[in-house]
T-cell receptor, first 117, second 114 residues
């Protein structure tokens, strides 16, 4: 079974600084996808960035980039120039293919990021 | 384009009661999946529906059920509520089979069981 590990329960960063949120994964499938979601206090899961296992380059989306190290099975999220609005829970997730042809997401336990002025 | 809409946003029930939660996916999306989020267990997959058929189910008891309508709207039902069912229930939609993109989540329905 696939597994996602986020070892940082909480992270603090000052506004305008960069922060890295760690994520390691375990899978025996050669084809997989990795996601990062942001969950503010409202509850909605907001998609941030996606990395496919065969993607040659690290994914980037604005201030978000994914440091994908396949051999180490890590997919860390880097947020550059942190903003106060970045304070939220961040979840790393892996797409698990099901034998029905569909998929589900397996989530890590999350990291709570707090950005201070 | 409207996002995923979940209703109700908040509800309080007592043990033994049942509850029905509703999810309207993004227009054109045919797959709806449900997740339960609790402080202790984190985010767990409940089930997924596509074309009105349940395609897969997570490791939850039979008290948890759902259905999908022809317009792709989905409902999930929890019968004989227990205290441990208190959670945020998140619905997510996607275009469908073998989707390689992200899931689009709603804001969730927060259920409190007293």
């Amino acid at each position: 079974a696939q597994k996602i590990t986020q070892t940082q329960p909480g992270m603090f960063v000052q506004e305008k600084e960069a922060v890295t949120l760690d994520c390691t994964y375990d899978t025996s499938d050669p084809s997989y996808g990795l996601f990062w979601y942001k969950q503010p206090s409202s509850g909605e899961m907001i998609f941030l960035i996606y990395q496919g296992s065969y993607d040659q380059q690290n994914a980037t989306e604005g201030r978000y980039s994914l440091n994908f190290q396949k051999a180490r099975k890590s997919a860390n999220l880097v947020i550059s120039a942190s903003q106060l609005g970045d304070s939220a829970m961040y979840f790393c997730a892996m797409r698990e293919a099901l034998n029905t042809g569909f998929q589900k997401l397996v989530f890590g336990t999350g990291t709570r990021l707090l950005v201070s002025p | 384009k409207a996002g995923v809409t979940q209703t109700p946003r908040y509800l309080i029930k007592t043990r033994g009661q049942q509850v029905t939660l509703s999810c309207s996916p993004i227009s054109g999306h045919r797959s709806v999946s449900w997740y339960q989020q609790t402080p202790g267990q984190g985010l767990q997959f409940l089930f997924e529906y596509f074309s009105e058929t349940q395609r897969n189910k997570g490791n939850f008891p039979g008290r948890f059920s759902g259905r999908q309508f022809s317009n792709s709207r989905s409902e999930m039902n929890v019968s004989t509520l227990e205290l441990g069912d208190s959670a945020l229930y998140l619905c997510a939609s996607s275009p469908g089979l073998l989707n390689t993109g992200e899931l689009f989540f709603g804001e969730g329905s927060r259920l409190t069981v007293l």
